[in-house]
């Protein structure tokens, strides 16, 4: 065998090797599709998640001072007023989401 024969057989061996590695690389990860019942849920546990931090201050508060549970009811109020506005906040963030994606396959089209 001459060296330009083996050369050439060392450059198919790495063009195959190289071929092999590129199938079994790992595909890039795609973005995170979400259904909407993931979407509701994400806003209920927000939502429950400020009621039940609110109550747990308001409790902890009424039991530190002994007294009638007015912050129970003022925190646990608090606590639904931040998760509204917390659910909120996801439903504007997942209302952008869908009009930029909705503008990125209107863009690929034209």
Do not use: C, N
Request: hydrophobic letters at 45%; a negative charge.
């Amino acid at each position: 065998m001459s060296d330009d024969d083996q050369k050439q057989r060392l450059a198919q061996l790495e063009a195959r090797i190289a071929a092999a590695k590129e199938a079994q690389a790992p595909k890039p990860r795609a973005d995170e599709h979400y259904s909407q019942a993931q979407h509701a849920w994400r806003m209920v546990v927000e939502l429950v998640a400020g009621l039940g931090i609110g109550f747990g201050i308001g409790y902890g508060l009424d039991s530190l001072f002994g007294t009638i549970p007015i912050f129970l009811v003022l925190f646990t109020l608090l606590g639904l007023a931040a998760g509204v506005k917390t659910m909120l906040r996801s439903a504007q963030e997942i209302q952008e989401q869908k009009l930029a994606d909705e503008a990125e396959r209107d863009d690929e089209r034209d």
